[in-house]
Every structure is written in C-alpha cells, then in structure tokens.
C-alpha cells in the first residue's frame, strides 16, 4: 500500500457522517507505518478500544469503513480464525461496520471476523507473531496469500457499501 495522509484517510470513509470523520483519532505517526508490507491500512481508536477503521485502496483511492469490534464476553478466550487472513489466534473478535448510506442509517450493518488489531498484513509476512499454530504452512505464496486477502476483503467492503 502507498503511504497515505490524514486528510486522504479521512475522506475516504463511506460509512460514517463528516462530523464522525472529523472526530476520529487518526495516527499521528503515519510516516513511520511500514507501508510497503502493509495491503490495507487499519487502526484501533486509542481513546475507544471497541471502535476501529481500516482503509484500504480501492481502484485509484482508498475507501474507509468504521468498525465496531463486538464485546468480549466473560470467560475463557478461545481461538478464531480472521476471515481476511485466515490466522487463528485469541485475537480475532466479530467486527461489525454499519452500511453506508440509507440502509445503513436504517441500522444495517455487517459482520467479519478478524484480527482485531487489523495487523493482517503482518502477519501474513511474518512481521508479527501470533503465537505457536496461529499460520498454517501453506503451498501459496506471499502474493497469492495477499491476493486471497484483499479478495476476502473487498467481499467485506462490498457488503458495506450494498
């Protein structure tokens, strides 16, 4: 993914109204992401641990969704797999977006399972350790590890914006 501003990440969200765009906690280290090994950008809201945003590119922009991550119940973690990446860690939690648009304003919403820290990328490439069993050995490669990926997520942002 090419490295992004705040101002392009900002206007890339299509699930939230401007004045929720202009209150969301944006990273302030942008410069410093690794951007060459991420496919997608994704943030958990510091202030808010069950809120988070992922964008992602989209043709010659980007699109942005707000997520909600579900709230954990008490008890024992288990683990689950990420739909996006498909790695199995403690780690994953049910993400909800509200839809874009009418229907999402009805109270539409969607839900994926993913890696609540949305280091997917990372941890496909091995820049991030999700514990012992977490990655399965596969015979794909990186790129087509990535391509399963963005396919699943684009699925997800297409579910959004229906």
Known sequence: MRPV??????ASFVNCTKGETKRMTVPRDL??????????????DPAS?????????????LVGIALRRAAQTGG??????CSLCLTTHDGVALMTARKAGKSGQNGNSAGAYMCSDLACSL?????????????L????????????????????LAKVRA
């Open 31 to 44: 410069a410093g992401k690794p951007w060459d090994d991420l496919d997608f950008f994704g943030w958990q």
């Open 49 to 61: 641990p069950e809120r988070a945003y992922l964008v992602a590119p989209d043709g010659d922009g």
């Open 76 to 81: 024992q973690t288990r683990r689950t797999m």
């Open 123 to 135: 941890y496909m490439r091995g820049k991030k350790d999700a514990g012992p069993g977490a990655r």
């Open 137 to 156: 050995q596969e015979s794909l490669t990186l790129d087509m590890q990535v391509e399963r990926t963005m396919t699943n997520l684009a699925g997800f």
């Open 5 to 10: 501003t705040e101002s392009e990440i900002r």
